[in-house]
Antibody, heavy 121, light 107 residues
């Protein structure tokens, strides 16, 4: 059973960089057919897709965040990470990591529990 | 970006009711449409993928249909554990986009 777990600071100051890590267990992030993704959800609002990375290093980002976002993989630790620069209060949200399975259509089939990140001084 | 529009935004229903939620894409997405259920303070859970395929372990009272731009999620007989918010998502292209959500509440 694949499991994902987010970790990182729960409080980030405005203009600083938000950094989160997702640790994957029960499966290898090096396995083909899967994209490793980040999604966020401001309190009381809907889901916003941030971006994803494949094991090859190929990535896609939401244009609304494109210039501020970087997703990377650490295959030695079976982790992937999110960096979001120049944060503002609008970046306050619960951040989820998830696996997009492209071996059987395309679906976000495993999700982390989510971690709340607050941007405040 | 492909815009996903769900209706209604919320609905009230009773246990045992048949519930239908619709999702419309701003352009054709073939059958690249997924449905998720989210309960408060929990991560979304995949219910339906490829418009009509039931994810493993999901009760058969959930079903999906549609292709192109118009899609439907149906709960055939609403159960107490089904009160939640439901989201559609297109995976036809990036950026992946979600509908705004439909909150199913107890009448």
């Amino acid at each position: 059973q694949v499991q994902l777990q987010e970790s990182g600071p729960g409080l980030v100051k405005p203009s600083q960089t938000l950094s989160l890590t997702c640790t994957v267990s029960g499966g290898s992030i090096s396995s083909g057919g899967y994209y490793w993704s980040w999604i966020r959800q401001p309190a009381g609002k809907g889901l916003e897709w941030i971006g994803r990375m494949y094991t090859s290093g190929s990535s896609n980002y939401n244009p609304s965040l494109n210039s501020r976002v970087t997703i990377s993989l650490d295959t030695s630790r079976n982790q992937f990470s999110l960096k979001l620069t120049s944060v503002t209060a609008a970046d306050t949200a619960v951040y989820y990591c998830a696996r997009e399975d492209t071996t059987s259509y395309r679906k976000l089939d495993y999700w982390g529990q989510g971690t709340l990140v607050t941007v405040s001084s | 970006d492909i815009q996903m529009t769900q209706s209604p935004s919320s609905l009230s229903a009773s246990v045992g009711d048949r519930v239908t939620i619709t999702c419309r894409a701003s352009q054709s997405i073939n059958s690249y449409l997924n449905w998720y259920q989210q309960k408060p303070r929990k991560a979304p859970k995949l219910l339906i993928y490829a418009a009509s395929s039931l994810q493993s372990g999901v009760p058969s009272r959930f079903s999906g249909s549609g292709s192109g731009t118009d899609f439907t999620l149906t709960i055939s007989s609403l159960q107490p554990e089904d009160f939640a918010t439901y989201y559609c998502q297109q995976t036809y292209s990036t950026p992946r986009t979600f509908g705004q959500g439909t909150k199913v509440e107890i009448k």
